[in-house]
């Protein structure tokens, strides 16, 4: 698992990358907020979270894989990982702030971008 990166991974770079060339400008990995979001647009006091589907248990065929080994332990982690990102989003939103998440499968897909450009916009 210490291979496994929490930042600059290729979803996230795919989501910068365009929403940079539209125009928008961002703080990456900001440490003084909760859950140290990818990207924050000050300015706009919006936040978004590029979640990997497996690691944040999204529903869908990459989230819903489970680990043949080791199952307790898996169910466990990602189970609070869960808990953590709800826990962080409600802190988010109490400081102010509007936050969206962006999934690693929607990235693939390309369906994110129209939905976050508009979240941006408002």
């Not at 990818?38 to 690691?55: A, E, S, T, Y």
């Not at 989230?63 to 990102?85: E, I, M, T, Y």
């Amino acid at each position: 698992m210490s291979r496994i990166r929490s930042k600059d991974t290729k979803p996230e770079v795919v989501v910068r990358g365009a929403l940079h060339a539209l125009g928008f400008r961002f703080r990456l990995h900001v440490r003084g907020l909760p859950g140290s979001p990818d990207l924050v647009f000050p300015g706009r006091h919006k936040i978004i979270f590029v979640h990997g589907c497996f690691w944040h248990g999204h529903c869908c065929r990459y989230g819903l894989a489970q680990p043949k080994s080791n199952v307790d332990f898996w169910r466990a982690k990602l189970a609070a990982n869960v808990a953590r990102d709800a826990r962080v989003k409600r802190r988010l939103r109490a400081e102010g702030w509007s936050v969206a998440t962006v999934w690693e499968c929607t990235v693939r897909s390309g369906s994110w971008l129209r939905r976050m450009v508009r979240f941006l916009q408002t």
